[in-house]
């Protein structure tokens, strides 16, 4: 079973159920999903929320209520311009501003055409290190793997970041209160991407690497439909899933409107961009990569 044929069944799954939300169809999207401001408040009450002063998030509808949860607790955040397409590609909203401006409104600013209205474009080199990064997801497991919509354009955002140290290479250790702990994980002792300890290029990266507990945490908001080895999951045998690929960025908490989970995922998570999986067609069309790429002038 490959990674299409999984957005597939979930995609099919909310189209033939009453879970999905409005834009629709929920097919060749983040689909948005009853409950969303049930997860976005089970997620504002883990210990990785209260810890973060900067967020990234994506854009998309079922992130919605994050993304007013954040600005109305004072917290800044950064979210990336559609496919990367400008030479400043992230929009930062400033909880601040809203403040000194009465007529700018957090509702409206928060939407995605209103974050392009009331954003501050800014070059990746203006953002700063991000506590708390929250990705919309198609599908996703308890052990952390993540399938979006298939455009990629989340994990070269993550690349980006990381090879200028605003994200880290090694995960956050979760507290005990962070959520539940999966049951169990489908990455075996020999999985090239399972973490046993540091690897040798993780402890000679020279980005700006924090401590353990003040690392980065990656999170997502999703429906129960989308937890692919959960009870709800449209996939009849977890075990068919796909592996994660190298440029996958995995999650530490998935957030369902029932649940929080910790994953402790065992997958690392990548450094910097993979210059050889991009061809000059997708470096043409994403200023930020096309000045950075090895070899361009």
């Known amino acids: 079973m490959d990674k299409q044929a ?15 939300r409005f834009p629709f169809p929920p097919h060749d999207r983040i689909p948005n999903f009853a409950g969303a401001d049930d997860a976005c408040d089970r997620l504002t009450d883990t210990d990785a929320w209260a810890a973060a002063s900067t967020l990234k998030c994506n854009p998309d509808a079922p992130q919605l209520p994050v993304r007013r949860a954040a600005l109305r607790a004072g917290k800044t955040v950064y979210v990336a311009q559609p496919r990367l397409r400008d030479a400043d590609p992230f929009l930062r909203l400033d909880p601040e501003a809203f403040e000194a401006d009465e007529s700018a409104e957090i509702d409206d600013a928060t939407t995605v055409s209103g974050i392009s209205t009331h954003g501050i474009p800014v ?13 919309g997801s198609v599908g996703v497991t308890t052990d952390g793997a993540r399938i979006g919509k298939g455009e990629g354009y989340s994990d070269l955002e993550w ?41 040798e290029a993780q402890r000679a990266s020279g980005s700006r690497a924090k401590p353990d507990d003040d690392a980065t945490t990656v999170a997502t908001t999703v429906h129960e439909l989308s937890v692919l080895d959960g009870p709800e999951s449209p996939i009849a045998d977890a075990a068919d899933l796909p592996a994660p690929d190298a440029h996958d960025v995995p999650l530490d908490l998935v957030v369902t409107p029932e649940r929080a989970i910790r994953t402790e995922t065992p997958y690392a998570r990548p450094e910097g961009i993979d210059w050889d999986a991009l061809d000059d067609e997708k470096l043409d069309a994403i200023p930020v990569l096309a000045e950075r790429a090895p070899g361009r002038e």
Request: hydrophobic share 30%.
């Open 6 to 20: 999984v957005r597939e069944a979930v995609w099919d799954a909310f189209e033939a159920g009453d879970q999905a």
């Open 123 to 135: 070059p990746p080199e203006d953002v700063p290190h991000v506590d708390l990064v929250v990705a």
């Open 159 to 199: 690349g980006v970041l990381s090879e200028l140290g605003a994200v880290d290479s090694k995960a956050r250790r979760a507290s005990g209160s962070e959520g539940q702990s999966p049951s169990g994980n489908r990455a075996s002792s020999g999985d090239s991407r399972t973490q046993s300890g540091d690897s």
